[in-house]
């Protein structure tokens, strides 16, 4: 015995809840969002189930439909969240969520781990590739080129600087020397001894801090102190030498002493960033790499096809796009992101429902789909042919009551028992029931509805409010 609906009763819950959301997305106009957002919806079901799998193929189809079923979920924020009709859509599709997590997740305490660990390494791909998008977008590499290119020629500056600089240089070169050369040393491992005996040099050139004298150390600070206070006194002196000074000066501006050892500093913090990501990488594999990559592969595929598209000329204006490339790779990655957040939201609801004993062992998600189903029903009421929101209400009871007893069957006489004959006797009876009340409500309606004087409309939202109340009230006291 598990927890787990049987087979019949989520099947039939998961379709009347896609039909009442397909309804309530045509009847706002906005069709094809409902249809993306639905199916968007169905596929992060079917993929968080697979997130579950011991096979690693199947884990990482899973974190790929994840992404990709997110992105279709979220697919309305393109053209406006707050727009009526979209909100609508939104909320519908997060309804059929909630209850294809029940219909083919099942086990939501297993779930919520994978889709945490799925969220988090995914969101490290997909935040990273969107900060970069935005820093690109706000402009960071033409500023940058521009801070370099108004940097003053070696000739202005004054020969002390120069001088002062490249001290500073070779300091930097030796002293991260004695960093790179342990670090090159773990890299290759046991190898030749002229790879050894190179490193040996490179380590007899590097030093540490502590082995650098002091006195060197006042002496610099003097420098510092005389560039701060007569910048160009040193260049007088140099003048008054009418030979040697004037090649020392030449041989300070002309770059031939600054840029071999900038070239060589590159190259060895080149080494030190090296390790810091090939550290920070396998700490983020640890402590399998294949489950991490699986669980990363959404984030990954989403961001490589993002910039892969951006990046081809013209491949943005054939979608109809005009923003700019890096905008999009920086947009795309955040609306998945988003997405993974949202499903790691509404397992959250879920979650809480079950700690709270408030719904059913196994029933969790119809709860929670059948609330965000009225509360579609509720935001296009203003909008839409009045039978249609009444309809939307009654097949959210209908997903709760069948999803309900489908769990209850479940945990009695087990998912896999044949109750097929009496589950379809009750889905059709609340079919029924449904239809009566939507016939009645109509009716009402119309009969009662022109009869009634206008009244305040806080006052009609206070009688709408405490309905509601008693109907949720009327329903805890039926599950007691």
């Given at each position: 015995?598990?927890d787990?609906?049987?087979?019949?009763?989520r099947r039939?819950?998961?379709?009347v809840a896609?039909?009442?959301a397909?309804g309530?997305?045509?009847?706002?106009?906005?069709?094809?969002?409902?249809?993306?957002g639905v199916g968007?919806?169905l596929?992060v079901a079917r993929s968080?189930a697979a997130?579950?799998s011991d096979a690693?193929?199947?884990r990482?189809?899973?974190?790929?439909?994840l992404?990709?079923?997110g992105l279709?979920l979220?697919?309305?924020l393109?053209?406006?969240?707050?727009e009526?009709g979209?909100?609508?859509?939104v909320c519908?599709s997060?309804?059929?969520?909630?209850?294809?997590?029940?219909?083919?997740a099942g086990?939501?305490?297993?779930?919520g781990?994978?889709?945490f660990r799925t969220?988090?390494?995914?969101?490290i791909?997909l935040?990273?590739?969107?900060?970069?998008?935005?820093?690109?977008?706000a402009?960071l590499?033409?500023?940058?080129?521009?801070a370099?290119?108004?940097v003053?020629p070696?000739?202005a500056?004054?020969?002390?600087?120069l001088?002062?600089?490249?001290?500073?240089?070779a300091l930097?070169v030796v002293?991260a020397?004695d960093?790179?050369?342990?670090?090159?040393?773990?890299?290759?491992g046991?190898?030749t001894?002229?790879v050894?005996?190179v490193?040996a040099?490179l380590?007899?050139?590097?030093?540490?801090?502590?082995d650098?004298?002091r006195?060197y150390?006042?002496?610099?600070?003097?420098?510092?102190?005389?560039l701060?206070l007569?910048?160009?006194?040193?260049?007088a002196?140099?003048?008054a030498l009418p030979?040697l000074?004037?090649?020392?000066?030449?041989?300070?501006?002309s770059?031939?002493?600054?840029?071999?050892?900038?070239?060589v500093?590159c190259?060895?913090l080149?080494v030190?960033a090296a390790?810091?990501?090939r550290r920070?990488?396998?700490?983020?594999?640890?402590p399998?790499?294949p489950?991490t990559?699986?669980y990363?592969a959404?984030?990954?595929?989403?961001?490589l096809v993002t910039?892969?598209?951006a990046?081809v000329?013209g491949?943005?204006?054939?979608f109809?796009?005009a923003?700019a490339?890096?905008a999009?790779?920086a947009v795309?990655p955040l609306?998945?992101l988003a997405?993974?957040v949202?499903?790691?939201?509404?397992?959250?609801?879920?979650?809480?429902?079950?700690r709270l004993r408030?719904v059913?062992d196994?029933a969790?998600g119809f709860?929670?789909?059948?609330?965000?189903?009225?509360?579609?029903?509720l935001l296009a009421?203003?909008t839409?042919?009045?039978?249609?929101a009444?309809?939307?209400?009654?097949?959210a009871?209908?997903?709760?009551?069948?999803?309900?007893?489908a769990?209850?069957?479940?945990?009695?006489?087990?998912?896999?028992?044949?109750?097929?004959?009496?589950?379809f006797?009750?889905?059709?009876a609340?079919v029924l029931?449904?239809a009566?009340?939507?016939?009645?409500?109509?009716?009402?309606l119309?009969?009662?509805g022109?009869l009634t004087?206008a009244?305040p409309r806080?006052?009609?939202?206070?009688?709408?409010?405490?309905a509601?109340?008693?109907l949720?009230a009327f329903g805890?006291?039926?599950?007691d």
């Amino acid at each position: 015995m598990t927890d787990h609906a049987t087979r019949f009763g989520r099947r039939v819950a998961l379709a009347v809840a896609v039909v009442a959301a397909l309804g309530l997305g045509a009847a706002v106009g906005s069709p094809l969002s409902a249809l993306v957002g639905v199916g968007g919806a169905l596929l992060v079901a079917r993929s968080a189930a697979a997130l579950g799998s011991d096979a690693t193929a199947i884990r990482t189809a899973g974190s790929l439909g994840l992404a990709v079923g997110g992105l279709a979920l979220l697919w309305p924020l393109g053209y406006g969240l707050f727009e009526g009709g979209l909100a609508v859509t939104v909320c519908v599709s997060l309804a059929v969520l909630a209850v294809g997590v029940d219909a083919v997740a099942g086990d939501v305490t297993a779930l919520g781990r994978h889709l945490f660990r799925t969220t988090v390494h995914s969101g490290i791909v997909l935040f990273l590739v969107a900060m970069v998008g935005l820093l690109v977008t706000a402009g960071l590499v033409p500023a940058t080129g521009r801070a370099v290119a108004a940097v003053l020629p070696l000739s202005a500056w004054p020969s002390l600087a120069l001088l002062v600089a490249l001290q500073l240089q070779a300091l930097a070169v030796v002293l991260a020397l004695d960093l790179a050369t342990a670090i090159l040393e773990s890299w290759v491992g046991d190898t030749t001894d002229r790879v050894e005996g190179v490193l040996a040099d490179l380590a007899d050139l590097g030093v540490s801090v502590t082995d650098v004298s002091r006195r060197y150390w006042w002496a610099l600070a003097g420098q510092l102190l005389l560039l701060s206070l007569v910048p160009r006194q040193f260049d007088a002196a140099l003048a008054a030498l009418p030979v040697l000074g004037e090649a020392v000066r030449v041989a300070l501006a002309s770059g031939v002493l600054h840029l071999p050892l900038a070239a060589v500093a590159c190259l060895v913090l080149a080494v030190l960033a090296a390790e810091v990501g090939r550290r920070l990488l396998a700490e983020w594999l640890a402590p399998s790499p294949p489950h991490t990559l699986a669980y990363a592969a959404g984030g990954v595929a989403v961001s490589l096809v993002t910039v892969v598209v951006a990046a081809v000329p013209g491949a943005l204006a054939r979608f109809g796009v005009a923003v700019a490339p890096p905008a999009v790779a920086a947009v795309v990655p955040l609306v998945v992101l988003a997405a993974l957040v949202a499903v790691l939201l509404v397992y959250g609801a879920m979650a809480v429902l079950v700690r709270l004993r408030s719904v059913p062992d196994g029933a969790p998600g119809f709860a929670l789909g059948a609330a965000l189903l009225v509360g579609g029903a509720l935001l296009a009421a203003r909008t839409v042919f009045p039978p249609v929101a009444f309809a939307a209400v009654a097949a959210a009871f209908v997903v709760w009551d069948v999803g309900a007893t489908a769990a209850d069957l479940g945990r009695t006489v087990g998912p896999d028992a044949p109750t097929q004959r009496g589950e379809f006797v009750h889905a059709a009876a609340s079919v029924l029931v449904g239809a009566v009340a939507v016939g009645l409500a109509w009716v009402a309606l119309f009969a009662v509805g022109p009869l009634t004087a206008a009244i305040p409309r806080w006052r009609a939202t206070l009688s709408l409010a405490l309905a509601l109340g008693a109907l949720v009230a009327f329903g805890l006291a039926l599950s007691d």
